[in-house]
């Protein structure tokens, strides 16, 4: 009599980061429906449902524009309410995707402890269900454009690039605190503080031309949001708001060692995540 049946032995792949992108690609169903589930629970049982992904930034941008009328920031070569919009998209995106990979694995715990997949997954999909909230609110920016005179220009084709460049560092940072928030659950605590800071940090209310003296300049473009709203600027306003492009790459560079790291710590830990969550 024969035993048919059979054991399938999972082995770790080998390398320093050993992110084995074949099967992620076979896993890419799941990925989509983990991302889409996320953004299903994030409006799950709203009253207004989706269309919170026009009132977040629409209000936030009112209160900006009310401020900067206050303290006289609208002269800047350019029309302050879509300056700050456009300063808007990228941040939220990073702020919610920070928010959202930082607690992934643990809101997971049920299907981590019970089904094998790539755990990578599961930030990853975090981060990109964010995707949707940026696509309507890039369609709430291109309807106010010409209510402030902003005409249409080429480079807005080169906005779908920034956003990939506002991807890698939420997911650099995302891969980093979703592992750590397994272990320490402190983290849930320090990632809202982390976004409330950043987002006075980070120059989307005013331009960080006109504040940061120049011999700060590459330091503060350590942040690599910096260099990616600039972007998203450039993309809208014209050439004025181009990137300074040496501290756009530097910042792009410093997001790449974080990510490697993060990949690297990921991996080291990811055999623990069943048994503590």
């Known amino acids: 009599m024969t035993n048919n049946n059979s054991e399938r032995i999972l082995r770790p792949t080998r390398g320093l980061v050993s992110v084995n992108l074949g099967e992620l690609w076979r896993f890419r169903e799941l990925l989509g429906l983990l991302a889409w589930r996320d953004v299903l629970v994030r409006y799950k049982q709203t009253y207004l449902g989706i269309a919170w992904a026009v009132l977040q930034p629409l209000l936030t941008m009112l209160v900006f524009s009310l401020f900067g009328r206050t303290l006289s920031l609208e002269n800047w070569g350019a029309p302050y309410t879509i300056l700050v919009l456009a300063g808007l998209l990228p941040w939220q995106f990073f702020s919610n995707a920070l928010s959202e990979s930082s607690n992934s694995l643990v809101a997971s715990a049920r299907i981590i402890s019970k089904v094998y997949f790539p755990r990578l ?28 005179g902003v005409g249409f220009r080429p480079h807005l084709l080169l906005l779908p690039l920034f956003f990939v460049a506002a ?77 300074w492009w040496p501290g756009f790459w530097m910042g792009m560079g410093l997001t790449l060692v974080v990510l490697l790291g993060g990949l690297v710590y990921f991996r080291q830990v990811e055999k623990t995540f069943a048994d503590l969550v």
Do not use: E
Not at 121 to 146: E, H, N, R
Not at 213 to 241: E, M, Q, S, T
């Open 121 to 148: 997954i599961i930030p990853i999909s975090a981060v990109l269900s964010g995707t949707i909230d940026v696509i309507i609110a890039t369609v709430l920016l291109l309807i106010m454009m010409p209510f402030y």
């Open 167 to 243: 991807f890698l560092p939420a997911f650099a940072v995302g891969v980093w605190f979703s592992a750590l928030n397994v272990k320490y659950r402190d983290v849930r605590y320090v990632v809202p503080f982390l976004t409330r800071i950043g987002m006075y940090v980070a120059p989307v209310a005013f331009l960080w031309q006109a504040i940061v003296p120049a011999k700060y300049w590459l330091l503060y473009h350590l942040n690599p949001l910096v260099g990616v709203i600039d972007g998203f600027r450039w993309c809208v306003l014209g050439d004025r708001f181009a990137p």
